[in-house]
């Protein structure tokens, strides 16, 4: 039998991926009862969720996962019986400078949510309620691929390279101990790298973007030629979305988007886009004057190795084919439609980038992406 959420905790929902799951499910399911709570650290942004903050099944909470009095009051005074658990420490480059957070975040704060979520749900009432807890993970957890390796499968042996991914797998274990051990209803999904709109411009593809259009470099680490699998981050919603409905309790489910790209080839391809659409366009051209295109040189010009990150995995690949056969998932979003509907977002939301990119990001820039290869 189908699960049916009803009323919905969404932890990190002011981030990147858990925003745009925000707005997805809202836009689904308008009389569901959706609650986010966000620490609102350097990813969370609340303008985020701008457009849904006046609604009345929506609910804001600043707080920290780790708060297990929190949890816990949330949990009873909203009756809420499906957690979405996106909030994490989530990008690569900076657990390799601090790890702790990574720990602390990933680890300790699935924990205390899995504790709460217990208490309620399992201890506290009568009799076990319906409930559902879905964990969203990484593709990272299992490390690296050869070129001519099989994607990685569900049944893939962890082998995290970076404290990133090691504190992901470590969550992982944390959801499945918990259903194993307590009977915790629990899904786990594992995706590939997201991309679309309110990304955090220290990931790859906004970074390019926005750097295009301010003429500065566009850092490629070492040869270029790692290898991601790409999907459109409404996809991965909506696999998100069927794997708490319809996915069996206990399971973990790959979400990828079957679309291998390596790094230099991304790039490539959105500094080819950019030329395109300012070259043609005036008023483009009068927003961001200092991007190349207005003096007619070529975003590809702007392109700098520099040098590789420790321990960078060379190739991650998602085999999907568990939720395909079982769920009926397929991304609806190919690479180049997917690709131009974020380019066209950043070019219509330069505000909203403009505001996250203080002196603390300028900074980090600077850190990680020192030149030299």
Not at 44 to 52: D, E, I, P
Not at 129 to 134: C, N, S, V
Not at 226 to 251: K, P
Not at 292 to 309: C, E, F, N, W, Y
Request: net charge negative.
């Amino acid at each position: 039998m189908a699960y049916q959420p009803d009323k919905i905790l969404v932890t990190g929902g002011a981030g990147f991926i858990g925003a745009n799951f925000v707005h997805f499910w809202l836009h689904n399911y308008p009389d569901s009862r959706l609650v986010v709570l966000d620490a609102l650290t350097y990813a969370g942004n609340r303008a985020n969720l701008a457009s849904v903050e006046e609604l009345p099944n929506f609910r804001f909470v600043h707080g920290d996962i780790r708060n297990y009095e929190l949890a816990l009051q949330l949990l009873q005074e909203e009756e809420i019986d499906t957690i979405v658990h996106f909030a994490a420490e989530s990008h690569v480059d900076r657990s390799i400078h601090g790890p702790d957070e990574f720990i602390d975040t990933n680890v300790i704060g699935t924990h205390i949510l899995l504790k709460a979520a217990k208490k309620i749900w399992l201890e506290d009432s009568p009799k076990p309620r319906a409930h559902r807890f879905h964990h969203v993970s990484t593709d990272e957890v299992y490390g690296t691929l050869g070129a001519d390796e099989p994607p990685f499968a569900e049944s893939h042996q962890y082998a995290p390279n970076s404290p990133y991914a090691a504190s992901k797998a470590s969550s992982d274990h944390l959801v499945r101990a918990y259903h194993e051990t307590y009977g915790l209803q629990v899904t786990t999904s594992n995706c590939s790298n997201n991309y679309g709109p309110y990304q955090f411009p220290e990931k790859l593809i906004p970074l390019i973007i926005t750097n295009i259009l301010n003429s500065r470099p566009l850092p490629i680490y070492g040869d270029g030629l790692q290898i991601r699998d790409w999907l459109y981050v409404e996809d991965h919603n909506r696999g998100i979305d069927l794997v708490i409905r319809q996915g069996r309790s206990g399971e973990t489910y790959n979400i990828g988007g079957n679309n291998e790209w390596t790094n230099l080839e991304i790039v490539s391809l959105i500094c080819r886009l950019l030329d395109d659409r300012l070259a043609s366009d005036e008023q483009l051209q009068q927003r961001f004057p200092l991007a190349p295109q207005v003096s007619g040189g070529k975003a590809a010009g702007l392109i700098t190795h520099v040098t590789d990150r420790l321990g960078h995995d060379r190739r991650y690949a998602i085999n999907a084919a568990k939720i395909t056969a079982e769920l009926g998932y397929a991304p609806r979003e190919s690479f180049e439609t997917g690709i131009r509907k974020t380019v066209n977002w950043y070019l219509d939301n330069e505000t909203w980038w403009r505001a996250v990119m203080d002196g603390s990001y300028r900074q980090w820039v600077e850190l990680n992406y020192a030149t030299g290869a």
